[in-house]
Structure formats: C-alpha cells, structure tokens
C-alpha cells in the first residue's frame, strides 16, 4: 500500500553520512599522504580479503569519487524511501558479497571504489520492482533503469580496461540474488471499485445486467403490475371485495 512509502530523515541521511564518509577518507588520504589502495581488494590473497570491507571507501582520485558520490546519494535515498526495511541488510550483504565475488574472479590488482556497492543498489532495485509487481514500484525501476542503464555495458570485459568490470558484474549478481532472497510485504493497488474485488460477481450486478453475452445494451424487460392489495385490519384483503360486499350490504333508496 501507498501508506507503507513514508518520508523521514533518514532518506537523505542515510546517503549523505554514507556518501560523506566517503570524502572524509579520500582526504585524509591526500591530507596525510596515506596510502590506501593496499587495503583494497586483492584477488585471491588472504590479505585481499580485508578490501571486502575496506574497499568501497577508497578512490583513486576526485574524479573517481565523484563519480560515485552522485549515483549512491539517488539510489540510496531511492532504497531508503523505497525498502525502509531492507536497506540496512541490503547495503551491509551488498558490500560483503559483491567484494568476495570480485575477490574470487577479480584480475590480479587491487580493486577499489563504492562501484560494486552501486550496482548491487542499481540490480536490486530494478528486479525488485519488477518483481513485485506494484506500479509505483514498476515505475521506480523503468526510472533507474532509463537513467543509469547504461552502466550494464561495463560488466563486461575490455569495454574500460582502467574500471573494474569483475567489480560491477559481482555487484550486479549480488543485487539480482537480494531481489529474489530479501522478502518484502505484498504490494497491492487500493480497491475503489466493487468489480476490483476477488469475490465480484457480474452477474449479481444490476449494471452489468444491462448487457447480453456479446456486450450489447438491452433494456431489461419490464415487470407486469401485481394486483394492488390493501390492508384492513388484521387481514390482507382485496380492496374490491371489501367494496362489493359494502354496497351490497346497503339498502336500497
């Protein structure tokens, strides 16, 4: 129901803490010359394994960090205001499972970026909407699929060398699994009509009676009078025998 999408606080402010993290750690970065980048994912290392964690707080560069902020400030506040009660869960799974996807057939390379943690929000937004079948959640995947459709192009190997395409695929796996395993309530448009009803009978309906098997109009046909009746006393009689046996029982002048 349309009651269970309500606004708080916590629709941009999930995204804007998430996202200002994000900038806190690229300049303490740059501020203090640390080096990050050996905290990312390293496929199939032991010591890769802490980028599963680390890694979608580390950028290569502003560029790079802008490039993201932007997509997880709207999908974010979209998974926020759209799946209050699973965006906790969504974003902590989508974080741990797109990293060890990407740690398990990533090329040899630290992979850094909040890129696998977009296109975990980018999947399980678009094949949950679809899935449930609700308009207002239909509508909202066209949406981000018209906008940020593109990004499926870079799934695949060798259209951008320098992006971690093991990274977006695994995000992208990861955010098509949550859609089907994360439960959600049963979204249904609110009845105003009686024919929206699973009970509906048209038959029973006196408008729908108005129109044969082939949907043209008749009129219905129109019932022959009863015979007026009149109540006397205790007793249902006919109004004209009542009359007759009066005049009967008057004398004659």
Same mark, same amino acid.
């Given at each position: 129901?349309?009651?269970?999408?309500?606004?708080?606080?916590?629709?941009?402010?999930?995204?804007?803490?998430?996202?200002?993290?994000?900038?806190?750690?690229?300049?303490?970065?740059?501020?203090?010359?640390?080096?990050?980048?050996?905290?990312?994912?390293?496929?199939?290392?032991?010591?890769? %394994?802490?980028?599963? *964690? &680390?890694?979608?707080? #580390?950028?290569?560069?502003?560029?790079? !960090?802008?490039?993201? $902020? /932007?997509?997880?400030?709207?999908?974010?506040?979209?998974?926020?205001?759209?799946?209050?009660?699973?965006?906790?869960?969504?974003?902590?799974?989508?974080?741990?499972?797109?990293?060890?996807?990407?740690?398990?057939?990533?090329?040899?390379?630290?992979?850094?970026?909040?890129?696998?943690?977009?296109?975990? %929000?980018?999947?399980? *937004? &678009?094949?949950?909407? #679809?899935?449930?079948?609700?308009?207002? !959640?239909?509508?909202? $995947? /066209?949406?981000?699929?018209?906008?940020?459709?593109?990004?499926?192009?870079?799934?695949?190997?060798?259209?951008?060398?320098?992006?971690?395409?093991?990274?977006?695929?695994?995000?992208l796996i990861t955010g098509l699994a949550l859609a089907f395993v994360k439960k959600t309530p049963e979204?249904?448009?609110?009845?105003?009509?009686?024919?929206?009803?699973?009970?509906?009978?048209?038959?029973?309906?006196?408008?729908?009676?108005?129109?044969?098997?082939?949907?043209?109009?008749?009129?219905?046909?129109?019932?022959?009078?009863?015979?007026?009746?009149?109540?006397?006393?205790?007793?249902?009689?006919?109004?004209?025998?009542?009359?007759?046996?009066?005049?009967?029982?008057?004398?004659?002048?």
């Open positions: 129901m349309d009651n269970d999408f309500k606004y708080t606080n916590s629709v941009w402010g999930l995204p804007l803490f998430f996202v200002l993290s994000l900038w806190i750690v690229y300049w303490l970065q740059i501020r203090f010359d640390f080096d990050f980048f050996d905290n990312g994912i390293y496929p199939r290392t032991f010591s890769g %394994l802490q980028g599963v *964690i &680390f890694s979608p707080f #580390i950028h290569s560069d502003l560029s790079h !960090l802008y490039n993201n $902020s /932007l997509p997880l400030l709207v999908l974010l506040a979209a998974l926020q205001f759209f799946y209050a009660k699973e965006s906790t869960s969504v974003i902590v799974l989508g974080i741990l499972f797109s990293g060890l996807g990407t740690w398990l057939i990533g090329r040899s390379s630290y992979h850094i970026g909040a890129s696998g943690l977009i296109y975990v %929000l980018f999947s399980f *937004i &678009f094949f949950k909407g #679809i899935r449930t079948k609700y308009y207002r !959640l239909v509508a909202l $995947s /066209l949406t981000v699929i018209m906008v940020y459709g593109g990004m499926v192009w870079y799934v695949f190997p060798k259209v951008d060398e320098v992006v971690s395409w093991e990274g977006h695929l695994a995000g979204y249904h448009k609110p009845i105003k009509y009686d024919w929206e009803r699973p009970e509906y009978d048209a038959t029973e309906d006196k408008f729908m009676q108005r129109f044969d098997e082939n949907g043209n109009f008749v009129n219905p046909p129109i019932p022959e009078p009863e015979p007026e009746e009149y109540y006397y006393s205790d007793w249902n009689v006919n109004y004209e025998l009542i009359k007759n046996e009066k005049n009967e029982s008057e004398p004659e002048s």
